[in-house]
């Protein structure tokens, strides 16, 4: 099964930055209770593999923290984006967070990328030109505690399990 461990965003705040984003033609708008911020994206694991992965997850020490969106970007990039993302104001937590499941965790994709909180909000199969917005700067975001969940993938878009130790499924 595809993991990957987030903070998915408060629904106050989710609603709140849907609201914000301007209506762009051609973009699929996800559904506001995806909203996350993936912290480690660990690709296919094991079943066998769950319960270490929750004790590695319950390790992350702090309360959940509460993020400044600085912007809204298109990736690749805002000539021709793919998906719309809310970027974040690094908070600390978020860095520390990742920077120790990088150390505790393997993953499929360990890219030299650098840690760069955001949400994704929206996605387009074709790419579009993202018009300039500063409507959502500045919007604070609540987030949960950190959780390990599984992603599945359907046409229509993923959904997202959160996942629990053995003995509570």
Known sequence: MRCFVACFVQPQSASRLRTACPDIAGVRWLPTENYHVTLRFLGT????????????????????PICQVTGLQGYPRATSARALVAELRPEPTLTNWNTWLRAQTPSNDDTAREFAPHITVARTRNGVSLPAHEGVAGIPVALSKPGLYRSVTKPEGATYQRLESRSAR
């Open 45 to 64: 694991v094991a079943d066998e593999q769950v319960d270490g992965l929750l004790d590695v997850v319950s390790g992350l020490e702090g309360p959940a």
